[in-house]
C-alpha cells in the first residue's frame, strides 16, 4: 500500500466492507486520511481487509448485517477505538435467490428485506444515537440500478433496493440538518457479489455499457467519498447512479 495522507479526523463505519464494493469504499476513504471500522461476516477476510488498509487506519468487528448486537457492538467498537462516527455507509447486503416473482420463497424474501434494508436501519439508527445526532455527518445506503427499474430474476433483490432509496429519502428529511443521507445506485460492479451475472461472458456484459465496462469497487468507493465529504455539504436525500451509462440505453431496441 502506498504512504497514507495525514488523518482527516474523520471516522467511517463501512458495512459488509471485507472485499467488494464495502472494501472499495473503505480503501477510498482510508485514501483520503480517515480511519474505518468494517463489518462482514467472515472474521479472516477481516482480518485480510485491515492488514491491506492498515492497522493504524482500520479495525474490523464479524458478524451478520441483520443482529442487532451486532450492529451494537460495531458502532461501540467504532466509538471506543477512535471516539467517533462520522459516516456510515451501508454496504451489506445479500440476494440469494434468482426466479421470478411468482415462485418467491416468502421466508426467503423476509431474509432479503432483513439483511438490505432493516440492518441499514438499524445501523443509522445507533450511529444517529452514539454520534451524529449531536455531532452531524453523513450516510450513504448502496442501493442498485435494480431498485430503479425492473431486472428480470433478481426481483426481489430490487424490490429492496427500491426500499433502501426511499428509506435513504425518509431518513435524509428526519435527520436534517445535522445528517445527510444519500444513496449510491450502481449497475453490475466486478464482484464475487454479481460474478453469477457476467461470469464467462463479460466482453458480452459490458458491450451494453455506452462506457464500455462493468464497473469495479473503486467506482463507487469514489462515489461514496465524494458523498461523504465537503464538496457534497448540500446534498441530501438524492440516488446517484453510477451505472456506466446503461440506462442511456432505456427504450432502445
Do not use: C
Amino acid at each position: 500500500m502506498t504512504e497514507l495522507p495525514a488523518l482527516s479526523g474523520k471516522v467511517a463505519l463501512v458495512t459488509g466492507a471485507s472485499r467488494g464494493i464495502g472494501y472499495g469504499v473503505a480503501e477510498a476513504l482510508v485514501a483520503r486520511g480517515d480511519r474505518v471500522v468494517i463489518t462482514g461476516r467472515g472474521e479472516d477476510a477481516l482480518k485480510e481487509a485491515v492488514e491491506q488498509l492498515g492497522a493504524d487506519r482500520a479495525v474490523y468487528v464479524a458478524g451478520k448485517a441483520h443482529d442487532e448486537a451486532h450492529q451494537a457492538v460495531a458502532v461501540e467498537r467504532a466509538m471506543e477505538a477512535f471516539g467517533r462516527v462520522d459516516y456510515l455507509v451501508n454496504n451489506a447486503g445479500t440476494n440469494p435467490v434468482f426466479g421470478p416473482l411468482a415462485d418467491l420463497d416468502l421466508n426467503v424474501a423476509r431474509k432479503v428485506f432483513e439483511t438490505n434494508v432493516i440492518s441499514a436501519l438499524g445501523f443509522a439508527q445507533k450511529t444517529w444515537h452514539a454520534w451524529q445526532k449531536d455531532n452531524g455527518g453523513a450516510i450513504v445506503n448502496i442501493a442498485s440500478v435494480a431498485g430503479i427499474a425492473p431486472s428480470p430474476f433478481i426481483a426481489a433483490y430490487g424490490v429492496s433496493k427500491a426500499a433502501m432509496i426511499n428509506l435513504t429519502q425518509q431518513m435524509a428529511h428526519e435527520f436534517a440538518p445535522k445528517v445527510r443521507v444519500n444513496a449510491i445506485a450502481p449497475a453490475v460492479v466486478k464482484t464475487k457479489f454479481a460474478q453469477a451475472l457476467y461470469e464467462g461472458r463479460e466482453a458480452e456484459a459490458a458491450a451494453s455499457y455506452p462506457l464500455g465496462r462493468l464497473g469495479v469497487p473503486s467506482d463507487i468507493g469514489g462515489a461514496a467519498a465524494f458523498l461523504t465529504s465537503d464538496q457534497s455539504d448540500w446534498v441530501t436525500g438524492q440516488t446517484l447512479v453510477v451505472d456506466g451509462g446503461i440506462f442511456l440505453n432505456a427504450g432502445v431496441g
